[in-house]
């Protein structure tokens, strides 16, 4: 009975078949992944493992993204596994970034990433939102604040809005509001070295009951009223470069210069190196 039993299981045949077909679905599988494959993460494992057991190549392409193994960088830069003859004997520094050290290595022309001043005004901007943060009543002007950097620095806007102007209808005197919001900004301006430049603006067809007072008057004015305030709460007079009125002729918005927004005042802290004091020699 036990032999019977036995023999009821199945062939030896089939056993040794579902081997080979698990072999089959396994080599087909290896087909699919390597016709999908990712050649640049292929070259990195295979730089990988040549460095691991020793097989070095002569040199490395120069780059972001360098394909003979090197993990992608964030950053360029010239690699070499075996030492570079420099030309340095004519040299009275060497310079890194250059591959030649001749006698022209000192007049190399590498320039370094200017990212200070940039780090500076994005640090300025977020002093100033914290600033203007501590004001409750700052909501119901929030549409009113523009930040915005620009190649000539950082540009503060304050912009009047249908039905919530900055100042008064023809007034170069600022509401209280406006006030205490360009008096807040004045700790945060002060411990920039970058010098201020103050410009005013009005919409086109704005109206005065005097008519010797233009747009032009106002304009200046409501600057001049800003730089007052700003000096008052501690910016020093040598650091305003310039106070502008620049009437309707530089409109925000072009296509509507009738519109409330183009009436704003710009405060301007200037993409410039600090001016040296008199008498000073580098």
Partial sequence: MAKKAQ???APEWLVTFADLMSLLVCFFVLIISFSIQDKQ???V????MREAFGVKENSKRTGIIEIEGIPVREYI????QVPVELDSDFAKERHEKKRQQGPEANTHNTA???IEVPRQFATAAASLRQAWQEMPEITEISNNIILEETEDGLNILL?????RSMFPEGSKYPYELTRRLIAKMAPVLAKMPNRIQITGHTTTGSNSVDSSYTSWELSADRANA????LAEYGIPADRFFAVVGKADTEPLFPNDPFLASNRRIGILLMAEAPPLPPGHNP
Avoid: C, M
């Fill in 7 to 9: 023999q009821g299981g």
């Fill in 41 to 43: 993460k292929l070259q």
């Fill in 45 to 48: 494992v295979a730089g990988s």
């Fill in 77 to 80: 830069k010239d690699i070499s």
């Fill in 112 to 114: 370094e990433a200017e």
């Fill in 159 to 163: 912009v009047d809005q249908d039905g």
């Fill in 226 to 229: 800003a730089r007052q305030i």
